[in-house]
T-cell receptor
Framework: DAKTTQPTSMDCAEGRAANLPCNHS???????VYWYRQIHSQGPQYIIH???NNETNEMASLIITEDRKSSTLILPHATLRDTAVYYC??????????FGKGTRLHILP | GAVVSQHPSWVICKSGTSVKIECRSL??????MFWYRQFPKQSLMLMAT?????????EQGVEKDKFLINHASLTLSTLTVTSAHPEDSSFYIC????????????FGDGTRLSIL
């Protein structure tokens, strides 16, 4: 699996956009970028994934750089309920998910 | 959206007993299910991968005789912690992937196991 590097923690004011970076400089051509989050004492929740094009859904946007060596997850209007650990995962589409340490996002009131 | 259900959500039992945890995919067929374990303040650790109708594949360091996994149908997998001891106390989370591989992996809400 390609390794990912994420900041340990980040703060964001409620109502502002939360931009979570992820570096994956050794990503292979067949590997997707997935984002999950884990709210305290719950199972991980799927957010979004992409291969090389930017993606958007009802939860977030995923911006992948042209060289695919990094990406950014954007939560457009963060709320207190978005406080969680966010995991950036790079893997082939049908491979198992191996979790790193993720980014602990604190949404501040 | 796809839902994965785990049961029970928490369990407390005495040392030496065996505990079974169920994982069900509620609205899709899961050819592959995964079991993870998470200790406090740590990330999820993959324990094993199971494919319907075949033996589970365990990650390095995970005792297959300790953690019995059965994936008898496309909607149900079970994890049995045999002869559980206090060090087995943890948060166990299952995950399932739909038969169509372009769908993401979905997770249950976990089972908190406490062994006294």
């Amino acid at each position: 699996d390609a390794k990912t590097t994420q900041p340990t923690s980040m703060d964001c004011a409620e109502g502002r956009a939360a931009n979570l970076p992820c570096n994956h400089s050794t990503i292979s051509g067949n590997e997707y970028v997935y984002w999950y989050r884990q709210i305290h004492s719950q199972g991980p929740q799927y957010i979004i994934h992409g291969l090389k094009n930017n993606e958007t859904n009802e939860m977030a946007s995923l911006i992948i750089t042209e060289d695919r060596k990094s990406s950014t997850l954007i939560l457009p209007h963060a709320t207190l309920r978005d406080t969680a650990v966010y995991y950036c995962i790079v893997r082939p589409r049908d491979d198992k998910i191996i979790f790193g340490k993720g980014t602990r996002l604190h949404i501040l009131p | 959206g796809a839902v994965v259900s785990q049961h029970p959500s928490w369990v407390i039992c005495k040392s030496g007993t065996s505990v079974k945890i169920e994982c069900r995919s509620l609205d899709f067929q899961a050819t592959t299910m995964f079991w993870y374990r998470q200790f406090p303040k740590q990330s999820l650790m993959l324990m094993a991968t199971s494919n319907e109708g075949s033996k589970a594949t365990y990650e390095q360091g995970v005792e297959k005789d300790k953690f019995l996994i059965n994936h008898a149908s496309l909607t149900l997998s079970t994890l049995t912690v045999t002869s559980a001891h206090p060090e087995d106390s943890s948060f166990y989370i299952c995950s399932a992937r739909e038969a169509y591989r372009d769908q993401p992996q979905h997770f249950g809400d976990g089972t908190r196991l406490s062994i006294l």
